[in-house]
């Protein structure tokens, strides 16, 4: 059974990471932190064809369970993710009944739906069909969304959601109409008995998302990891560099960033 749809069937809330950088062993070693999914970025990302196979692989490899979000809602975008031996597809820019439909039948073999039988790796009977819901369209549209059978969860882009909604892009849950927006989102997927998700920036955002009831949550990126790892330590040390060694002269560069 699949990981990731075992936990939900149990209840529980599962914590993931997205990567974006198409480094196989990236994707591997965020895995093994202990992340129950992490999702393959091919919409925004640079996951391409060539390391897609070798990513899922990869994540698979460290114990979490492989995503893929698809550049656009195509069939054969969508096969392809699959037959790499993905553990599901997370869909962008699902905004009605008709867009859930043809993302459940490209996840489908027939009866069920349209999809080809070509596995590269094995052929999995059920991977997980994940729609997002990132515009007012979708928010309006959220319990025929939800209605379409074969769908097993609903993730919020926040940033999208919010430029529809005429709000400055974010992560997590802003105050005012994108929170409004948002619960509209999560009460509907409530009725519907239905997993929704989310994408997070900081562990504060993704509790706060938890206790909404989210139970499908990023936390981050490996970009934004690499970042705040990075920023962290160079500020590290031009702080000890000035405090305890000032007889070491650093960069101008260094002095720069790290008072900045």
């Not at 692989?57 to 656009?72: D, I, N, Y």
């Not at 993710?81 to 997370?90: E, F, I, R, Y």
Request: proline share 4%.
């Amino acid at each position: 059974m699949n990981t990731l749809a075992q936990a939900w069937s149990e209840g529980a809330t599962t914590f993931g990471a997205w990567t974006t950088l198409n480094t196989p062993v990236v994707a591997e070693r965020l895995a093994l932190v202990g992340y129950d999914y992490v999702c393959l970025d091919q919409q925004h990302g640079n996951a391409d064809d060539a390391n897609l196979f070798a990513s899922a692989v990869a994540v698979a490899a460290g114990g979490a369970a492989s995503l893929v979000r698809v550049a656009a809602n195509q069939p054969h975008l969508i096969s392809k993710a699959l037959d790499c031996g993905a553990a599901g597809v997370v869909v962008p820019l699902v905004n009605d009944r008709h867009d859930a439909e043809r993302a459940v039948q490209s996840c489908r073999y027939p009866p069920d739906g349209d999809r080809s039988i070509g596995p590269v790796r094995q052929i999995n009977d059920h991977p997980l069909c994940i729609v997002m819901a990132e515009s007012v369209s979708a928010v309006n549209n959220i319990d025929e969304i939800c209605a379409v059978r074969g769908v097993d969860a609903v993730y919020v882009g926040p940033g999208d959601l919010a430029i529809s909604l005429g709000c400055v892009p974010t992560q997590g849950v802003a105050p005012g109409k994108h929170a409004e927006a948002i619960a509209t989102i999560v009460d509907g997927c409530s009725r519907h008995g239905m997993v929704v998700g989310i994408h997070c920036g900081t562990a504060t955002q993704a509790i706060e998302c938890a206790t909404m009831g989210f139970r499908m949550v990023t936390i981050s990126t490996d970009m934004q990891l690499l970042v705040e790892a990075a920023v962290d330590r160079f500020t590290a040390l031009g702080e000890s560099l000035s405090a305890t060694y000032g007889a070491i002269k650093g960069s101008s560069r260094l002095t720069t960033v790290s008072h900045a």
